[in-house]
């Protein structure tokens, strides 16, 4: 797969964010930074297509992490999905849960948009491509997009309720004198699910470390990509 040589940032915040850790979930309890996998959300959000694919390579915190928690009342059951099942009674189900969410956060996420050729896209979008199909074509897009604070669907820090604002960073960068200083070793966290095959769907992580506010996400081949 080509990768496009140009490097699209996007600085997105928020009042509130829970990216969830995977192994706790009874209770929400969120990592202390925004994940590679929510990140990449936040670009697919802004503009996707059968023919890309966004790969995160840096994250930027520039606010304190800062922990909060709520209780919450969820449901307890599952809809069967058709119309014909039984209603399900919220009250009866009701449970009240813990979540430790985070608290007036910023970032600056940073992707590179990698072009997937026809022969190596998958399911109802294999061999699929329009005569004008080209990556620069891609690029003007989401520039268009971004630029204009366009979305398809509204971006989110994790969870749905947790909305994020965004806008496009200039192409010449930002200074970096506003970043957190601060470093931390964040231990295993989940960096994205692999969808090569689509019958068997399995979570990647890595070992996440902040030096002076950059977070360096490697790529999803690399040697320090955990399955």
């Known amino acids: 797969m080509d990768k496009f040589d140009k490097e699209y940032g996007l600085e997105v915040w928020g009042d509130i964010a829970c990216f969830t850790r995977p192994e706790l979930k009874v209770e929400r309890v969120s990592y202390d930074v925004i994940t590679p996998s ?21 994250i930027e915190v520039l606010n304190p992490i800062k922990h909060f928690s709520v209780r919450r009342n969820e449901v307890g059951a599952v809809g069967a999905g058709n119309a014909k099942a039984k209603p399900i009674d919220a009250t009866k189900n009701r449970q009240q849960k813990n979540s430790i969410m985070l608290r007036d956060v910023r970032y600056r996420i940073y992707a590179r948009m990698v ?29 268009r997009r971004a630029s204009k604070g366009q979305c398809f669907t509204m971006p989110y820090l994790g969870t749905r309720e947790c909305t994020a604002y965004f806008s496009l960073l200039p192409d010449g960068g930002v ?30 992580f890595y070992n996440a470390k902040m030096e002076n506010g950059v977070i360096i996400v490697p790529s999803p081949s690399g040697k320090e990509i955990l399955r």
Request: aromatic letters at 12%.
């Open 38 to 58: 929510a990140a990449r959300n936040i670009f697919q959000s802004i503009f996707w297509k059968p023919a890309i694919r966004w790969e995160i390579t840096r």
């Open 115 to 143: 072009y997937i050729p026809p022969k190596a896209r998958q399911g109802e979008h294999a061999h699929a491509a329009g005569a004008d199909e080209n990556p620069a074509k891609y690029q003007a897009m989401f520039e």
């Open 175 to 204: 200074p970096d004198n506003d970043l957190l200083q601060e470093s931390r070793d964040f231990g295993i966290m989940l960096y994205d699910m692999d969808f090569s095959d689509p019958d068997n769907i399995t979570p990647m």
